[in-house]
């Protein structure tokens, strides 16, 4: 490696340790969590590192907190994403090509706004409340066709585009069912294999591998138990070739399962399974984030600074607490003190408290 490359990795490495700084400490999360109200829960974050996003997001509106609520999810979301693209003046090579897909999982979102108000039947006032991401250049499409999705235009506008094809193949199968769902998870196929080729030539796919069981997770139990689909008509909307604890055996085994219950029974007895909480598909699913974290934490006390593993563990931890924190707002704005449904808190350990 030459010396400008030393010099990027070294460029890059500080800037991961200040993002890391950036993320909330035990006591910050402890004083978050102690607040009596919104307000007062608002108040508390206008000091932390979060605080740039606030004012951002505006004030309530005629919507009242649900809209403000949205608008600084949103806003704190696009914080993120401008910081991330940031690196890529660092970057090149497999490492940019990386964080670039990374981040295009906003894309994703976007995508999936898009499919919903073309084809959910939202109405005009919904559509106008929709607010798209912005990712510049990165963008597989210009911002200003994401806006023209709200218009009736999504397929013209896929055309070229890494989507393209899966578009049309969904969109063929939405015409005769009527169901997005095959459209959604087409795209979504897409997109995470698309990331998962990236990882694996710069690193850290065992990290999507891992959030990979959590989405196949989802997949399965609600295909089955809420949609009630049949083992033959979910097996192709899962994406077990990308996870790394399920495949066709275990489907199998799995899909054998009357109810949902007897479903997570069936898993806790599963290979690598058995540290999971199994009890149901919110206790699994909080149990595989808060190992997620751990995992992320871990990389950043031990990876390689010359490695795209930390700056990929960056970004999942900052995912996580952003959906703690609007947890928290939520808990405080209906008056709810149900803390054991956050991750990232719980993941502090002692010593941890008041840094990460």
Not at 213 to 240: F, G, S
Request: charge should be positive; glycine fraction near 10%.
């Amino acid at each position: 490696m030459g010396i400008f490359s030393l010099c990027a990795y070294a460029a890059v490495n500080s800037r991961i340790h200040y993002a890391k700084s950036l993320l909330l400490d035990g006591n910050e999360w402890r004083s978050l969590s102690g607040t009596d109200s919104l307000p007062a829960a608002m108040g508390n974050l206008s000091s932390t590192a979060l605080g740039e996003s606030l004012s951002c997001a505006g004030g309530g509106g005629a919507g009242g907190d649900t809209v403000f609520l949205r608008d600084l999810e949103h806003s704190l979301h696009q914080t993120l994403i401008k910081n991330m693209l940031s690196h890529l003046r660092f970057l090149s090579g497999a490492p940019a090509e990386s964080l670039i897909e990374l981040v295009r999982i906003y894309d994703l979102m976007n995508l999936k706004k898009a499919v919903r108000i073309e084809f959910g039947g939202r109405d005009r006032i919904g559509r106008l409340s929709v607010k798209f991401y912005d990712l510049g250049k990165y963008s597989i499409v210009s911002g200003e066709k994401w806006e023209e999705f709200a218009s009736g235009k999504i397929g013209r506008s896929l055309e070229g585009t890494c989507y393209g094809e899966d578009y049309r193949i969904g969109k063929n199968a939405l015409d005769e069912s009527g169901d997005i769902l095959r459209l959604e998870t087409l795209l979504e196929k897409r997109y995470f294999t698309t990331l998962g080729e990236k990882l694996k030539k710069s690193g850290g796919y065992e990290l999507l591998e891992r959030y990979m069981n959590e989405l196949t997770l989802m997949q399965m139990a609600r295909l089955r138990y809420h949609y009630k689909l049949e083992a033959p008509a979910i097996l192709p909307l899962l994406m077990m070739e990308l996870s790394g604890s399920f495949n066709e055996k275990v489907f199998s085994r799995l899909m054998e399962a009357g109810t949902e219950e007897a479903f997570f029974a069936a898993l806790s007895r599963e290979k690598g399974w058995s540290g999971i909480d199994c009890s149901g598909m919110s206790e699994c699913v909080r149990s595989l984030r808060k190992e997620m974290v751990r995992e992320c934490r871990k990389i950043l006390k031990t990876a390689s600074p010359m490695s795209f593993r930390p700056l990929l563990a960056c970004f999942i931890l900052k995912r996580q607490e952003l959906r703690d924190v609007i947890a928290v707002l939520q808990m405080k704005r209906f008056a709810r003190g149900a803390r054991d449904v956050l991750v990232t808190p719980q993941t502090l350990k002692g010593r941890d408290q008041g840094a990460n």
